[in-house]
Each structure stands twice: as C-alpha cells, then as structure tokens.
C-alpha cells in the first residue's frame, strides 16, 4: 500500500499538477523606465528627491506621476505645451528642471469652477470630453502656481517659471488631456487636479523633465 501511495504522489508530481515555484507579477515597464530615468538624474543632481514625496512631469509621455522614495504611488495623464518644452519667457513652452509649488487657489470653488487672474469668476465652464478646443487656455477648479529653483534655467530673467505664470490647472479641454496642447502650463482633467489638490502643498517639488 505504502509503495503505491509513493507511485501516486510522484506521478502526480511528475504530471505538474503541484507546483511549488512561486509565481511573481510582470514588472511594469513604465514604472521601470521612470524609476530608472529618475534615479539616475537624481543622484547626478538633487539627491534629496530620492526620499522625498514629489511630482515628476514627462513631457515626453504626457504623464505626472507621485513620487514616494523613488516609488510611483500615483499616475495621471496630463496635458504639456503644444509648443514643446522651454524655459523662455514668451515661448509658450513648458518649462524644465526642478520647481516648487508656492501657491496654491480654489479651496472651495467648484468642479469646472472658471479662474481669471487666479480668482473663482463666479462662473462654472463647460466640460468637453471630446477633442474640442475652446479657443482660449482657460483655468478652471484648482491652480499650484510653480516657481523655478534652477538659476539660469528657470529662475530669474526671461526664464523665471514663476513670472511666465507656469501652474497646473484644470481645463475645460478634457478631451485634449494627454495631448500636449496648453500655452505652457501643465493641464489636468478637473476631477485629477482637485485629487492631486488635497495632498499637495506649498513647499512640494516638482521636477518636470522632457523625458
């Protein structure tokens, strides 16, 4: 009896039907390839970051992504400038390197709430989910004003991301979100900036690279 137990228990073994290899997920090969820019530019240049909570925008993908010790703990798809990225004053380019986040508006406006010079107009835009372009780079529910810390990149003179007014901002171009199309700024859909509004802060880096 014994020995045909033993039988029984190989060829079950052999057959494959136990499998004692644990199984591990597939890597994500977009949270590799940002990890992996951003440490590597990190450690060349503000090190601090890498245990630090911040934002990191990829011009290149269209994406801001949270960063926690050099960890995505969350993505959103946004929209760049549809001039590219660049740091100059009147080039309606998105500026590069590391900023800060040094003001923040819209506490209690509403969803799709419309800002003119940074405050609530009274009026509330409509959403377009479709790729429609309202004709104007229109602010609406939440605004982060950035400003540069980079000398002679984005800080000071005809460079300064605080004077060209750089924010992240809602839009009522929703439809356009992952489609560079701003006049520098960095859009979000609306629900996104008030999400991202309730952990960011004044003082919060944010490093936006064209990668």
């Known amino acids: 009896m014994r020995k045909n137990f033993t039988l029984t228990i190989f060829f079950i073994i052999s057959l494959g039907l136990f499998s004692f290899t644990p199984k591990t997920p597939n890597p994500n090969p977009e949270s590799e390839a940002i990890t992996n820019i951003l440490l590597n530019y990190t450690q060349q240049k503000h090190k ?118 750089i924010y992240i901002h809602g839009t009522p171009e929703e439809g356009l979100i992952g489609v560079p199309s701003s006049e520098g700024c960095i859009r979000m859909k609306n629900s996104d900036v008030i999400d991202l509004f309730t952990y960011a802060y004044v003082g919060m880096k944010v490093l936006i690279l064209n990668e």
Request: net charge positive.
């Open 48 to 165: 601090r970051l890498l245990v630090e909570s911040y934002l990191f925008v990829s011009i290149k993908r269209q994406r801001m992504y949270h960063m926690v010790n050099n960890q995505i703990v969350g993505t959103y798809t946004i929209s760049a400038a549809r001039n590219g990225a660049g740091n100059k004053l009147g080039s309606n380019k998105t500026p590069t390197g590391l900023h800060t986040i040094v003001e923040k508006y819209g506490y209690n406006a509403p969803k799709g709430g419309l800002f003119v010079e940074r405050r609530f107009s009274g009026k509330v835009s409509k959403i377009h989910n479709e790729k429609y372009c309202v004709g104007s780079d229109d602010v609406t529910t939440r605004i982060l004003w950035l400003k540069g810390d980079e000398p002679g990149l984005n800080l000071g003179g005809k460079i300064d991301s605080y004077k060209r007014y």
